[in-house]
């Protein structure tokens, strides 16, 4: 039987915190400037974007300890058990000098206002730890989850820059300090469950898969939550009570990547950026789309198994995953079972997932030598920004015929949605231009987009019709991609 802890337990900058209670819905964000009074981290939109309120938080990964820029507003509390949050007050002592991203950034200009300085400074402290000497593209995606309103980037790249000029990353604190503060993390990290509070305040935090499974069939109507990226949401704008909240991101065996049997296995609780690296090494057709997942906040939070299991259907992953013909691995107590991914969406709001069942891990089969891929996101912002709609594309062509096609969307249905009129308008077909013109057709038999404050009906039909053109343009002898993504 698993062990429970009813205690809360990580470190705030240099102090160590033990919680008793906590509210589910708690934000870091309000935690800081209102619980603890440190009012450094701002709020600008409390739903992630705008990336005022980021914080540095280190966390154990496969036994090294990692810092990672996340934003405090929609992270809550009850997910900080055995982490290191580092907030904007840490940098620097009081009446002491400045710390050499802060610095930096006064002598560069970079800051006016000052209302989304602090955000900046921890996303640069953040990549300049990993990177010395960070290119301005670096800089560029570093910051793709931090909005200026005053000085534009020019400065702020500028500082970025030229941090090592005013110090070097091995006497920073955090680095100097990582064994330090790696043992006091391990020493919190005892592998038994946490449970605190009651009611909708209930916070629960597996220790493992087994135990989740075991918490999560005794408590069906808990909300799972990972990244926070979507539920913290639920909160800050639509004031939703989410107790018991069930934190899986930090179960271990939700953690692996692997290639097994031909297919790339990822586990429901892996980041995008954890996943970064395999996923654009196995499909570097999705290396540009993937850095468009939101900002680096977002990308170090989220995960994809709950993009997945969320059922949005304007969910980046779900279309270039559907393209690729993945499933996933659903699990109800000792139960598993294995869902094509395409088949997991129902309904808007509704996928095939019992009460007290869960997704443990992604399944992607490796593309075939000779068949085609592509993804592309549509948005009004090229960075940090919600799809308008999301195209992926699967073709194999064999003496001059489609032999095979897949084509799926995202924000043109109430679900993600493979178009399967036009994929039956071009099989058999020469891939030719007159085929693809001869297939939009079709489009109006598999989809009736709406029109939001995203796009209309019209320009997602539009979009997604143009679409499908480039995909044929860039596998009918060009060389290169069109044009870069564009918002």
Not at 11 to 36: F, G, H, K, M, P
Not at 49 to 56: E, H, I, P, R, T
Not at 196 to 220: C, F, H, M, T, W
Request: proline share 4%.
């Amino acid at each position: 039987m698993t062990e429970i802890r009813s205690q809360l337990r990580f470190i705030l900058n240099d102090q160590d915190v033990v919680l008793d209670e906590i509210s589910a819905t708690r934000t870091l964000l309000d935690y800081l400037r209102l619980d603890r009074r440190m009012t450094g981290s701002k709020e600008g939109c409390a739903e992630g974007d705008c990336g005022a309120c980021s914080v540095l938080v280190g966390r154990l990964r496969g036994g090294e300890l990692k810092y990672e820029a996340i934003n405090g507003c929609i992270t809550f509390v009850g997910s900080l058990d055995a982490k290191h949050v580092v907030t904007v007050e840490h940098l620097s002592a009081a009446n002491g000098p400045l710390h050499p991203v802060q610095q930096a950034m006064v002598d560069h200009h970079g800051s006016q206002c000052g209302f989304c300085t602090p955000g900046i400074v921890m996303s640069l402290y953040g990549i300049w730890m990993e990177n010395a000497d960070p290119s301005v593209n670096d800089i560029e995606v570093a910051l793709q989850g931090n909005l200026c309103r005053c000085t534009g980037y020019s400065p702020i790249i500028k500082a970025g820059r030229s941090i090592s000029a005013y110090g070097t990353v091995v006497a920073d604190p955090l680095v100097v300090e990582r064994q330090t503060i790696k043992a006091r993390l391990q020493a919190l990290k005892d592998g038994k469950r946490v449970e605190l509070g009651q009611g909708k305040d209930r916070v629960i935090i597996p220790a493992s898969a087994d135990d989740l499974a075991e918490v999560y069939e005794a408590n069906p109507t808990g909300t799972l939550v990972a990244g926070a990226t979507d539920v913290g949401l639920w909160v800050t704008k639509f004031m939703r009570d989410i107790g018991p909240m069930i934190y899986i991101a930090d179960v271990p065996d939700l953690h692996g990547i692997a290639e097994i049997d031909g297919a790339l296995r990822i586990g429901a609780a892996v980041t995008y950026t954890e996943a970064q690296a395999a996923i654009t090494s196995s499909f570097p057709q999705l290396a540009e789309f993937w850095s468009r997942i939101g900002g680096q906040q977002v990308r170090n939070a989220g995960t994809i198994g709950a993009n997945i299991a969320n059922g949005s259907p304007i969910g980046d992953t779900p279309p270039p995953l559907m393209a690729l013909g993945a499933s996933i691995v659903l699990r109800k107590g000792d139960a598993r079972r294995e869902v094509k991914l395409e088949d997991f969406f129902i309904a808007y709001g509704k996928q095939d997932r019992q009460p007290g069942e869960f997704v443990e891990s992604v399944i992607i089969p490796t593309l075939p030598d000779g068949e085609q891929f592509a993804a592309y996101k549509i948005s009004k912002r090229k960075d940090e920004d919600i799809s308008s709609v999301c195209a992926s594309f699967r073709v194999k062509v064999e003496v001059g015929k489609v032999a095979s096609v897949i084509v799926a969307y995202g924000g043109m249905a109430a679900t993600p949605k493979r178009a399967k009129a036009v994929e039956a308008a071009l099989v058999g077909k020469p891939w030719t231009s007159a085929t693809v013109e001869a297939a939009l057709a079709a489009y109006a038999e598999d989809y009736q987009p709406l029109t939001d404050m995203r796009a209309s009906a019209e320009y997602r039909m539009l979009a997604a019709q143009n679409l499908l053109r480039r995909f044929f343009l860039e596998t009918a002898g060009n060389a290169e991609r069109l044009t870069r993504e564009v918002a």
